[in-house]
T-cell receptor, first 111, second 112 residues
Framework: QKEVEQNSGPLSVPEGAIASLNCTYS??????FFWYRQYSGKSPELIMF????GDKEDGRFTAQLNKASQYVSLLIRDSQPSDSATYLC???????????FGPGTSLSVIP | EADIYQTPRYLVIGTGKKITLECSQT?????MYWYQQDPGMELHLIHY???????EKGDLSSESTVSRIRTEHFPLTLESARPSHTSQYLC???????????FGSGTQLSVL
């Protein structure tokens, strides 16, 4: 079992729709959870982080965390073509605070 | 301006050569990381450091080595490059306790 898993893509949504990206993790002691966006040929950039159970909103982005289910998600409202990218879920491991990435989900927003 | 820099951006080199990929950050971060990423594939942690004179191997076995003599500098060295080392190498840093990673622009390494 991989430490961090994400729903396999590619995910296509029409412009203006809600994109939903999911992530599960295996280390029950993980404390910090992140979503990074990576455009093709570019480095990842942090777009959301969440530490506590529940929802965290930032503009069009909402991160949701459920530690009991070991599940974290990212919702993108009013999706724009500029949101087309690969979204990486990342989790800190309990033991050494290493940051481990999932395989990513490719999102395509169709105009 | 606080940032993280990687050089070179692209490197094409022959088999057997020794190479060093440079990474420097001006944010004063204690933690630094090296990730390896092939096109369309996931990031794999190959080395990390908690501070000066601290280095650890990551989850992906790598023939590379790293050093951390100064807080701001975290170079990666390959003693003898091989075609299997062809990949993108990404350096990142974070502040202890927050783990939010800031990435450099990456070095695309091609070994012929």
């Amino acid at each position: 079992q991989k430490e961090v898993e994400q729903n396999s893509g590619p995910l296509s949504v029409p412009e203006g729709a809600i994109a939903s990206l999911n992530c599960t993790y295996s280390d029950r002691g993980s404390q910090s959870f992140f979503w990074y966006r990576q455009y093709s040929g570019k480095s990842p950039e942090l777009i959301m982080f969440i530490y506590s159970n529940g929802d965290k909103e930032d503009g069009r982005f909402t991160a949701q965390l459920n530690k009991a289910s070991q599940y974290v998600s990212l919702l993108i409202r009013d999706s724009q073509p500029s949101d087309s990218a690969t979204y990486l879920c990342a989790v800190t491991q309990t033991s050494y605070d290493k940051v481990i990435f999932g395989p990513g989900t490719s999102l395509s927003v169709i105009p | 301006e606080a940032d993280i820099y990687q050089t070179p951006r692209y490197l094409v080199i022959g088999t057997g050569k020794k190479i060093t990929l440079e990474c420097s950050q001006t944010m004063g971060h204690d933690k630094m990381y090296w990730y390896q990423q092939d096109p369309g594939m996931e990031l794999h942690l190959i080395h990390y450091s908690y501070g000066v004179n601290s280095t650890e191997k990551g989850d992906l076995s790598s023939e590379s080595t790293v050093s951390r003599i100064r807080t701001e500098h975290f170079p990666l060295t390959l003693e003898s490059a091989r075609p299997s080392h062809t990949s993108q190498y990404l350096c990142a840093s974070s502040e202890t306790g927050y783990e939010k990673l800031f990435f450099g622009s990456g070095t695309q390494l091609s070994v012929l």
